[in-house]
T-cell receptor, first 113, second 115 residues
Framework: AQSVTQLGSHVSVSEGALVLLRCNYS??????LFWYVQYPNQGLQLLLK??????LVKGINGFEAEFKKSETSFHLTKPSAHMRDAAEYFC???????????FGTGTSLTVIP | EPEVTQTPSHQVTQMGQEVILRCVPI?????FYWYRQILGQKVEFLVS????????KSEIFDDQFSVERPDGSNFTLKIRSTKLEDSAMYFC?????????????FGPGTRLLVL
């Protein structure tokens, strides 16, 4: 069975501050992990993915995430928040087939000017 | 860049009515999916479709749901008799090939409201 837990349904940061969105996973098989972003009234856009290669994954818009097996975590970070980063962020896990994704409940990021 | 499209963007229907949600996956993709997101909740897997048949489905995908690929481009989700609890955002996704390097690409969603 696979699942992800996102700690913190709402996160607020000041513009220019570090963004840290937490995701912990549970998987009985080697996981593939993803972060998606959802802007208001839009679909899910892939930010980055981990598929058993490098543990530090760089994505679009300056985001990155690090896979830590010992902590079963895949936290999303960005050194400096921008106003346009305000959105809903979803962590997801799948097995190697990528045929079924399990999403977290999402974290709403607010960026304060 | 190729993208998944969905129509309509919004749909309002009366309880008990049938609705069909439409999706146009990325043209060379072979795997197709439907997900739903009830307001304020997580995105939930409904069904996956490959080679003109359902490959996996969740407990949510009961007899009132069906999927079809009526032609070479569209992928539809039909809800036969809608219930109030079917109100949600429905996302379509598609994937190119088997193997973990492939990612599901999501459409913008259809927001369904059942009154």
């Amino acid at each position: 069975a696979q699942s992800v837990t996102q700690l913190g349904s709402h996160v607020s940061v000041s513009e220019g501050a570090l963004v840290l969105l937490r995701c912990n996973y549970s998987s009985s098989v080697p996981p593939y992990l993803f972060w998606y972003v959802q802007y208001p009234n839009q679909g899910l856009q892939l930010l980055l993915k981990y598929t058993s290669a490098a543990t530090l994954v760089k994505g679009i818009n300056g985001f990155e995430a690090e896979f830590k097996k010992s902590e079963t975590s895949f936290h999303l970070t960005k050194p400096s928040a921008h106003m346009r980063d305000a959105a809903e962020y979803f962590c997801a896990v799948s097995d190697f087939t990528g045929n079924q994704f399990y999403f977290g409940t999402g974290t709403s990021l607010t960026v304060i000017p | 860049e190729p993208e998944v499209t969905q129509t309509p963007s919004h749909q309002v229907t009366q309880m008990g009515q049938e609705v069909i949600l439409r999706c146009v996956p990325i043209s060379n993709h072979l795997y197709f999916y439907w997900y739903r997101q009830i307001l304020g909740q997580k995105v939930e897997f409904l069904v996956s479709f490959y080679n003109n048949e359902i490959s996996e489905k969740s407990e949510i995908f009961d007899d009132q749901f069906s999927v079809e690929r009526p032609d070479g481009s569209n992928f539809t989700l039909k809800i036969r008799s809608t219930k109030l609890e079917d109100s949600a955002m429905y996302f379509c996704a598609s994937k190119g090939v088997a193997g973990g390097q492939e990612t599901q690409y999501f459409g913008p969603g259809t927001r369904l409201l059942v009154l």
